[in-house]
């Protein structure tokens, strides 16, 4: 049976947005791997794998650690902001904070867990009310993608223009 986690379809696979109480937006993937949680767990936090899907991290690590987040598969110049790890429980959850220039800080929740023979992964960020989230979804989408390669999942996505023009929709964005 194919789920949200399994899917290669854009559309189920996109991130989910969900308005709470207090009016902030809630973004929140899914994904799964046939992969042991431990695989999964290194491919989000060892430096040599973390470098192949997202960026490079350098700092302390564990809980309070701090240091800097360099995103190196953006376009243009790579800048490291400060990151905080909030929480680190090995290997099932990490939560970060970053500071960010132009936007309220970041804070992702990234929770993995075992069932029915696959590793699952909750990716979660809550954004200001009045935020386009579409935007950052399709980043994170993006991301997630790189991610799942990593694992093995699929091939990494091409070049950013094509898979704007493959997920753009499910988000309400046209290619221009």
Do not use: N
């Amino acid at each position: 049976m194919t789920t949200p986690e399994t899917s290669t379809d854009p559309d189920t696979r996109r991130g989910v947005v969900t308005r709470r109480e207090d009016g902030r937006q809630r973004l929140e993937f899914r994904r799964s791997w046939p992969d042991p949680i431990e695989d999964v767990w290194a491919a989000l936090t060892e430096p040599d794998r973390l470098v192949r899907w997202i960026g490079v991290y350098d700092g302390a690590r564990g809980p309070g650690g701090t240091g800097t987040f360099v995103m190196t598969h953006e376009e243009g110049e790579h800048v490291g902001e400060p990151m905080t790890i909030l929480e680190c429980d090995p290997p099932r959850r990490l939560v970060v904070e970053w500071t960010q220039q132009e936007t309220e800080d970041w804070r992702v929740d990234l929770d993995l867990w075992s069932e029915g023979g696959r590793t699952h992964l909750s990716f979660v960020q809550v954004f200001p009310a009045d935020a386009d989230v579409a935007d950052f979804a399709m980043g994170w989408h993006w991301y997630l993608a790189k991610f799942g390669a990593e694992l093995g999942d699929a091939p990494p996505p091409d070049h950013w223009d094509a898979f704007y023009a493959e997920v753009g929709p499910s988000y309400g964005r046209t290619p221009s």
